[in-house]
């Protein structure tokens, strides 16, 4: 491809060029464009969307086949699925420049004009007719559908002060001020969340989507586009609000459904590559056991009656979760001096903000309240992560040490050093965190936050339990039972004392 500066920049010199002659660009459609690069991707195995993971043998092909076939498509899919990314990629398959006659609105091919100003133009000026250049990204036009949309917005209109500056009749093209989809033109146009669209705004499409053209204000005005239309929709507005017009329905080519990460490696991956973790100001590292359990909320969630599935449950859950989880670490690592943070599952907890308002409660949730459907959620995605390592660990002798009296309280702002004393105090606490790869010797981030997942994995399972305040002790029913030993030895006692006293009274 050549350099920008080196391009043709008249009709002339664009004619006696060798990839841009007019046997070219004359009958190559924007769809004929994308099939063609994505054939030559297809070819030399090339990621045909850089970025996007889970979807290699599910979305993909499918949107493939529908590039192949020239079709315009849709994507279906509940919120957080990257539905708006993969449209905006679909430049990626789109010619890195492409000629257009220069100040036209619509950017019209130089070899086939289909607006009145480009045709006098060339008509006056012949091979003279300067020529201008877009790039990828300037072909690729997106509107997000909402009510207020008009016909005008997204068709165009006709301008009076521009037909009383030039002196033009209202019923002539020089007067029409041109929507997004003219000015989509020899492009991609993107429409995110069809349904919304009002019924009448989608009938104003149907022309593009099967004649190829559009007519502007009822005047016989007709503009053969070449546009490749695509669009997002969540199914349950698709299905349910029943928003989509069945005649537009039917011109679109394909209906592909997305879907969340398929598994929780896939997540991390996903949630790893759009997460702001690397600060700079000072190192962090996140344990795969801290990962792992952000994600797994999210699959949680999905999962758990008390949250609305229609609704779903993005994936910029575990993403923002995860960044103010590195942010409490963060916090905890300035305040005491330290040189590494280390995110503990504790933090886990400290970023329920990033969760609560990413979920939409059923009745039985809402009752609940957001915080502890929440809390929930993360004591069984600990408990989950849990059992992935230490599933065959016993931790027997630590349980034994907490139901003999042995507590021990974990405090946010508390530095590493401090609470690894803490933590050492627990017999056979750090010979079991074998499976995280941690020794005690390690750095004490690293250490304590290791422990502290064994721990909180154990009260997941309810073989300790832990405070509000995050003291960790005997499961309650040890404690209780304890209680009652101690109740009826001092009911024994009791009993002895008073037939003794009886006896010397005899």
């Not at 010199?13 to 464009?33: G, I, M, P």
């Not at 989809?181 to 146009?189: D, T």
């Not at 997002?232 to 997305?258: F, H």
């Not at 599935?309 to 993005?314: C, D, E, L, T």
Request: glycine share 8%.
């Amino acid at each position: 491809m050549p350099a920008a500066h080196s391009l043709p920049h008249s009709l002339g010199e664009l004619r006696t060029s060798t990839q841009f002659s007019e046997a070219c660009l004359r009958t190559l459609s924007v769809k004929d464009e994308l099939r063609s690069n994505l054939i030559t991707r297809l070819q030399t195995r090339e990621t045909l969307f850089p970025g996007i993971v889970g979807f290699e043998d599910t979305v993909v092909p499918q949107i493939v086949n529908a590039v192949l076939s020239k079709q315009n498509f849709i994507l279906l899919g509940l919120r957080g699925q990257a539905k708006s990314r993969i449209l905006r990629a679909l430049t990626a398959l789109l010619d890195e420049h492409m000629p257009y006659i220069a100040g036209c609105e619509i950017r019209d091919n130089p070899y086939r004009p289909i607006c009145k100003r480009c045709r006098d133009l060339i008509a006056e000026r012949g091979d003279a007719t300067p020529i201008a250049w877009m790039g990828r990204d300037e072909r690729y036009v997106e509107k997000l559908a909402t009510p207020d949309v008009t016909v005008a917005d997204l068709v165009g209109d006709l301008d009076p002060i521009k037909a009383a500056r030039g002196g033009e009749d209202l019923s002539s093209e020089l007067t029409m001020h041109y929507g997004l989809l003219p000015r989509a033109n020899r492009g991609i146009f993107a429409i995110n969340e069809l349904p919304d669209l009002a019924g009448k705004i989608q009938v104003a499409l149907f022309n593009i989507m099967q004649e190829g053209d559009v007519q502007i204000k009822g005047y016989p005005v007709r503009l053969a586009l070449d546009v490749a239309l695509v669009f997002s929709a969540n199914p349950e507005d698709y299905t349910a609000r029943g928003k989509i017009v069945t005649p537009l329905k039917d011109r679109i080519g394909s209906e592909i459904r997305t879907h969340y990460p398929e598994t929780i490696e896939e997540g991390i991956a996903i949630t790893a590559q759009e997460a702001w973790s690397e600060r700079g100001a000072s190192p962090i590292e996140i344990p795969p056991y801290v990962r792992a359990v952000v994600e797994q909320v999210a699959f949680s969630a999905r999962e758990d009656k008390k949250v609305d599935k229609r609704s779903g449950v993005s994936q910029r859950l575990p993403i923002s979760t995860i960044e103010l989880v590195v942010s409490n670490a963060e916090r905890r690592a300035l305040i005491n001096g330290e040189r590494l943070a280390v995110p503990r599952i504790s933090d886990i907890y400290a970023a329920l903000p990033g969760i609560t308002g990413k979920l939409e409660l059923e009745y039985e949730g809402e009752m609940r309240g957001a915080d502890t459907v929440v809390r929930e959620l993360i004591h069984t995605a600990v408990g989950k992560i849990f059992d992935r390592y230490f599933a065959e660990t016993n931790t027997q002798q630590i349980e034994q040490w907490f139901n003999l009296g042995g507590s021990v309280k974990l405090d946010d702002n508390q530095s590493s050093s401090a609470a690894l004393a803490d933590l050492r105090k627990i017999q056979g606490l750090f010979e079991k965190l074998g499976p995280l790869q941690v020794k005690v010797s390690d750095d004490a981030a690293k250490a304590v936050a290791a422990a502290e997942f064994l721990l909180e994995g154990l009260v997941a399972h309810r073989k300790l339990s832990r405070s509000e305040e995050r003291g960790f002790a005997a499961p309650e029913k040890t404690q209780r039972k304890q209680e009652r030993d101690i109740e009826v030895d001092f009911d024994d006692w009791q009993r002895a004392r008073r037939s003794g006293r009886g006896g010397g009274l005899n």
